[in-house]
């Protein structure tokens, strides 16, 4: 089975209150300072350059106040990745901070599940709650490459290549999907907001941006079982993802090996 190499890349970070991350009443102070981070996914190897996700670029920053460090685009320039050089794309989910610069791709073929689009494009829009998280302009930059040929739907499970597989999980939206990835320390889940901190699954208390809140605890589960080992799953938006992988020596960049 092939080995790839994984990174993370934190391009951006917001200062929450520790139970705005959390459904369920949680322990210690409700309003201690809790970072969310952004980051978007690189696996590379055997023939391979996979971006899972492409961020938000900094204008959207600005609009909802996020601190913007680096966009993945330069970011994976100081990792010697040019935009160009990335042919296929696979987006966890369309919200505003995992599609947004997808024009910046123009090569890429684009992996989405066929329930996340119908979800972002149908009658749950009319609810200001879910779309809310989403950002209309990044919606139609997708539209335009999925009438251009560019992307690709799927349903569920997908084996994308020998060691690399999509898995739609669903409860943070309807077709949120995670990616495994087969690695010389095992499998690694890209979990995405499946998982948006490693104590949303430990405490199986979710982030409180549900679409199906039965499918979200399913996906806890799913998860573990796909995964190598409970320390290969990775999460969306812990900042404890940088404390636990080594930063790559990269001037300005924020970028963790996972394996």
């Known amino acids: 089975m092939n080995a790839y190499e994984v990174y993370a890349i934190k391009y951006a970070s917001v200062d929450r209150l520790r139970q705005s991350n959390f459904l369920e009443p949680v322990d210690g102070d409700p309003a201690a300072e809790m970072a969310l981070d952004f980051f978007v996914w690189l696996v590379k190897g055997h023939g391979q350059l996979l971006l899972v996700d492409t961020g938000f670029s900094q204008?959207?920053?600005?609009?909802?106040?996020?601190?913007?460090?680096?966009?993945?685009?330069e970011s994976l320039q100081r990792l010697g990745v040019q935009a160009g050089d990335i042919r296929h794309i696979a987006i966890t989910h369309l919200h505003y901070d995992h599609a947004g610069n997808v024009h910046l791709f123009p090569n890429a073929r684009i992996w989405l599940q066929q329930r996340e689009m119908a979800y972002a494009t149908g009658q749950c829009m009319c609810d200001a709650r879910q779309n809310h998280f989403f950002a209309l302009d990044d919606i139609g930059v997708v539209l335009k490459r999925l009438y251009a040929g560019d992307v690709q739907l799927i349903d569920g499970d997908h084996a994308f290549a020998p060691g690399i597989d999509f898995h739609r999980i669903g409860g943070h939206t309807d077709g949120l999907q995670v990616v495994s990835v087969m690695t010389a320390r095992g499998r690694v889940v890209l979990a995405s907001d499946a998982a948006h901190y490693y104590?949303?699954?430990?405490?199986?208390?979710?982030?409180?941006?549900?679409?199906?809140?039965?499918?979200?605890?399913?996906?806890?589960?799913?998860?573990?079982?796909?995964?190598?080992?409970?320390?290969?799953?990775?999460?969306?938006?812990?900042?404890?993802?940088?404390?636990?992988?080594?930063?790559?020596?990269?001037?300005?960049?924020?970028?963790?090996?996972?394996?």
């Open 199 to 259: 104590e949303n699954l430990q405490q199986r208390n979710p982030f409180p941006a549900i679409h199906s809140r039965e499918d979200m605890m399913a996906g806890y589960d799913r998860i573990e079982a796909l995964a190598g080992s409970a320390d290969l799953i990775i999460p969306g938006h812990d900042p404890l993802v940088c404390e636990r992988f080594e930063r790559v020596a990269v001037p300005g960049a924020h970028i963790y090996r996972i394996a």
């Open 59 to 73: 204008v959207s920053a600005l609009a909802r106040q996020r601190r913007f460090l680096l966009s993945p685009v």
